[in-house]
């Protein structure tokens, strides 16, 4: 028997002596010479893994593999839900940079039509402007729609994985904190949707009494139509921001469920 064999020999005996926490050997080599020991004995120590029942009669016992490849699962899981927080993160604020830039355009483009629809001979041009708003409106609606969708595919995966990482004493305490959190932000979200909704109602009904006042004059159909334009492209931007705040209610909504 050579010096190696005996020194793992040994390195094992000394592991069957311990509990299984313990029962790793780490094989280096230095100088063409061979070292086993419990310990990693260098950067360049191989780790042997050394059956269960040769170690160990319980067989309820995990052996350490096992246990540290879980604790490494659960660690992965750890890490991707935190970049998942990330990406989230970044896809809220596009779509409030979408958000944004859809009420500044729209904004521009309403006072243009405004001066047109004033101008004796603009009721054409304001009607184009108007539609102009609902093309703006569609286009920044695909836009958040394409966030959104990312959204709830990272939503989905975050689930997914919380379902699976073990659960602590924590647990209770943490469900209660966030329900009130879903709390807040649902009833932010609620009070977002009726701020949109009267603000909607009342530009309509400022165009209406514009429509109603047009109804006398039957000389100008143009500007029957601009108004007509106009009230669509209004509704449609509403419609987007409304819905924008609807989807994260409904997300919210799931998670307090959930909870």
Sequence with gaps: MNNNVIQLVIVITGVLASSIANAAIYKCEHDGTVEFSQQPCGFDAKLIVIEDHQLQTNPNSVPKPVALAKQNDELDRYIRLKQIAVKKAEHFDKIDTYTARLNSEIAALNNQADEYFRSSFGAKKAAAVA?????????????????????????????SLESTLSKTENTEIYSYIRSEQIKRKMTEHKNKIDSYYDELNQQIAKLQQQADKQAINLS????????????SAVTKKYNTLIAVEQRQLDRLSNELVKL
């Design 220 to 231: 100008n159909v143009n500007k029957d139509y601009a108004l007509s334009a106009k009230m």
């Design 131 to 159: 539609e102009q708003m609902t093309a703006v409106s569609e286009r920044y609606n695909l836009l958040i729609d394409n966030e959104q969708r990312n959204i709830d595919r990272l939503n989905a995966e975050q689930a």
